[in-house]
Antibody
């Protein structure tokens, strides 16, 4: 069974930083594009960032470019999201997700999510 | 950016009825569209991928259809556990996008 387990969320002041981690089990992370998706309370799903299998290709939503950085350590079967210069609008549950292994493969597995709250 | 527009925003039906949810893309996504179900406090769950293929373990009462810009999720003979939020999603083009969701509520 595929499991993605996020950690690292919490309460942080505006302008602060957090690093989210996601550890995979039941899959070889290095086979997949991996993606972070967030969801503010009562709102819809928003794509944040994605990275390809070896981490050389990274794509970000415009609102986080220059502030967030996605990375991975395939030896540890782990995905990360370094979040700097955090703003109130970054407050959300952050999900680690896996994209299916085929062309234009949609997200097929989700972690349980980790809450990030940006507030003074 | 490919905008996914879901309709209706809220759908009120009774158990045993059939639900028809729509997702319209602002430009073609081919067959590369997925549907998810989300319940309160839970992560989304994949129901349908590539427009019409049921994910592992998804009951046959869930079916998807469509291509290009118009897609439909049909849930026949609604069960009490089907009342939830539903989202569509495309990975055909960057940025990855999601629809705004359809809430399926008990009438």
């Amino acid at each position: 069974e595929v499991q993605l387990v996020e950690s690292g969320g919490g309460l942080v002041q505006p302008g602060g930083s957090l690093r989210l981690s996601c550890v995979g089990s039941g899959l070889t992370l290095s086979d997949y594009w991996m993606t972070w998706v967030r969801q503010a309370a009562g709102k819809g799903l928003e794509w944040v960032a994605s990275t390809n299998q070896d981490g050389n290709e990274k794509v970000y939503v415009d609102s986080v470019k220059g502030r967030f950085s996605i990375s991975r350590d395939n030896d540890k079967n782990s995905l990360y999201l370094q979040m700097n210069s955090l703003r109130g609008e970054d407050t959300a549950v952050y999900y680690c997700t896996r994209e299916a292994l085929r062309s234009y493969g949609q997200i097929d597995n989700w972690g349980q999510g980790t809450q990030v709250t940006v507030s003074s | 950016e490919i905008v996914l527009t879901q309709s209706p925003g809220t759908l009120s039906l009774s158990p045993g009825e059939t639900a028809t949810l729509s997702c319209r893309a602002s430009q073609s996504v081919g067959f590369y569209l997925a549907w998810y179900q989300q319940k309160p406090g839970q992560a989304p769950r994949l129901l349908i991928y590539d427009a019409s293929y049921r994910a592992t373990g998804i009951p046959a009462r869930f079916s998807g259809s469509g291509s290009g810009t118009d897609f439909t999720l049909t849930i026949s003979s609604l069960e009490p556990e089907d009342f939830a939020l539903y989202y569509c999603h495309q990975r055909y083009n960057w940025p990855i996008t999601f629809g705004q969701g359809t809430r399926l509520e008990i009438k």
